[in-house]
């Protein structure tokens, strides 16, 4: 053909047969979790409590690859693996930049987001380690709802407590759990000490992703045969997404091209570390000087306004401390549509990627993710979550940097998921009635000094 | 791989270089439209004034095959052509059939259904011949939702004319058309004579798809440099279609396959032909004996309970009238979720395949269809839109009886659109709060003896 190609489509066979670990290749171990109680290093096996054994040895493991179980690739297939990497010439055109824009499409599977990698391997591991019921937690829904259709498949209950506010402005994201034989609960809830105790201090309390885990995280310890399962953040969550950026390199090979630029939107950070960690393994060893470029909400600056150091990873202080670049786990994430970033801290190996200096963050505004989400649907069709705009709205402004300097540079970002069950962040911003968050810097330190101090 | 193929993927040089056409096939010419006023033939010139020139052509060609041009089939491949067809093995498990059951993903678009591969296309003729503005109807939102992407990409304006029913209750349809750039009113409008004719009879008519045609089709013709497109029941509609099944028929191949049932939902009949009409070639020609098998709604029986005759395309009785299986234009299609399926008549070359036994048609209940999109959903993954429910119930339906009979047939299904802006219908299944409709013979006689009576 004489046209431009637009996209790469991966053959089956293409499909990963192994999770490749970051763990191999960071600079030096990272630092260990610490005891909530104690402060100090904590083993892992405290942790079996909570999680799959697989993924526990998955967490500290320092293997490269760790294989992909035969089921789980099965299922991967089934829901739309390998995912097609397509060129954005419309794009391109409009912004009139030299620039070649790329994008991995993890929004084409019944989930809508990149949340399936995991949410498939994590339910296979505890099918097979005899686990009948789950519990989790879920902020805009996009894991609630892929864990939901994972654990359809491998039949496994679940019970999903979801932050109020999601729960209430997103009843579909709610539906779509149902529809996969989930339940689903208003968090916090009366059904945990923890959520109690929020709903006494306010009974409309719009509830956090951070006390959605300890609710999830005390219904797992208080219920027989109950695990637990995390969406982002670890690293074995982060290991599981690295299908995305291992597929994208075979693509960014059939464009016979090399990306100048690797961009993504980071909550936890695990949608940004599928794709980019791949990528990042050559530049570890010295073989890529590609620039990595992570793009989060002005209204929760993790890495771009926060500290890095250890904090606790859910809001009513029961889970191990992780160090992490964070705004502190007492900070109150304003109401902003990307709802999957509303998260205090970030992965612990991305931060210290960016610690390094092997990253660096940007952060943005909501109206102009949006603008940014806008121009991406009227151009190229797909309509991306607000989340994921924070990704459209970095490469944009890498591509227009390239126009002004007139350089045919190479840029690829993960389009993480779509934004058919947020079309209200749209109609807002349609209407011209979106609210922009820009946390004073007294409100940071706030929450940043209520930290515990560690030795 | 030992694992049993789940998917065929084709590649871009397999995306079909031509349109077929089963006028050339069809066993006798159809029945010509009539003159609204004179209720004799009338010639296609009129229609000049409402349609592209080539899609008039395309209304009355008999040539098999009608060339894809070039710019439609690089949209076509940008959003997603050519689709995947996928064996449901989950779903046969779970119905422990003998049967194997495929499905064409139609869902894999950022319109979310077929629409656009008919929408493109006319959206691109209408650019080649200077079209500056397009109006059209809609009534669940697809339509709608296929033409607002196909305008942004061959920058035409858009004007929707939306059922006020679906207006009100899918807000997020609407939205998402004016992501596009379209401009949406809720009809009946105040802005149309026939709009205000229905206005006045009832302030809060809740508008159907036959005024909401009426409507665009009279904003046409009183705007300069404006034109109308419609998006199923016309000929050159279904041939646009008939990529699905060039491409299924490539698919089922390479799974060393042949549908001995091909099923598909119908309202006017577009996605379904599109699926069938490729096979329905071979059948045509005496070298299939494969059963074709369209499931529509109980509540608008047109091809089951309804008549074969000429009716008007709107219920304005502004349309040349047309020869097929109608309920009768002032039939009050009930408020069932499956929208795209509320419309009184089906397409024409359909029907007569219907009258002549080519095709049978069944129909169900929309508990029915949404209990069988549950058990897809919780099998296959994938959340059918209520319309497509009705195939997969088709299909169900088809399965269950192969495992009665102990036969191992292959069933072959159109799934025409996601679910993901209808999880309402899904929420009113989950809660039991879903009615069934089934019209009184004596409503539907009165709707049938209401046409005009042609020589």
Partial sequence: MS?????????????????????????????????PGTL?????????????????????????????????????????????LQRATRLEARLGTPAKIFYK?????????????TAIAQAY?????????????????????????????????LTVYMTRSSYNQ???????????????YSSPSPRTNAGRKFLEKDPDHPGSLGIAISEAVEDCVTHDNTKYALGSVLNH???HQSVIGQEAKLQMEEFDAEPDYIVGCIGGGSNYAGLAYPFMRDKLRGKSEAEFVASEPRA???TTRGSYRYDFADAGETTPLIKMHTVGHSYQCPPIHAGGLRYHGKAPSMCMLIDKGFMRSVAYSQNEVMDAGLLFAQTEGVVPAPESNHAVKAAIDIALECKRKNQPKTILFNLSGHGLLDLKAYEDKLADRLVDYEPAAADLDRALQALPVVG
């Fill in 3 to 35: 046209r431009t190609q637009l996209k790469a489509v991966l053959s089956e066979d293409k499909l990963p047969e192994n999770y490749y670990n970051i763990q191999h290749d960071l600079p030096e171990p990272l630092p260990p979790p610490l005891d």
């Fill in 40 to 84: 100090k290093p904590m083993a892992p096996e405290p942790l079996l409590r909570l999680f799959a054994k697989e993924c526990v040895m998955q967490e500290v493991s320092t293997e490269e690859y760790i294989p992909i179980p035969e089921e789980v690739r099965e299922a991967y297939l089934r829901l739309g693996r390998p995912t097609p």
């Fill in 105 to 117: 499409r993890e929004d084409l599977n019944p989930a809508g987001s990149h949340k399936p990698n």
């Fill in 125 to 157: 591991y505890h099918r097979k380690e005899g686990t009948e019921r789950l519990a989790t937690e879920t902020g805009a829904g996009q894991w609630g709802t892929a864990l939901a259709l994972a654990t359809a498949f491998f039949d496994i209950d």
């Fill in 170 to 184: 997103k009843p579909y994201r709610r539906t779509l759990m149902e529809v996969y034989g989930a339940e689903v």
């Fill in 237 to 239: 969550v982060l290991t």
């Fill in 300 to 302: 929760v600056p993790s």
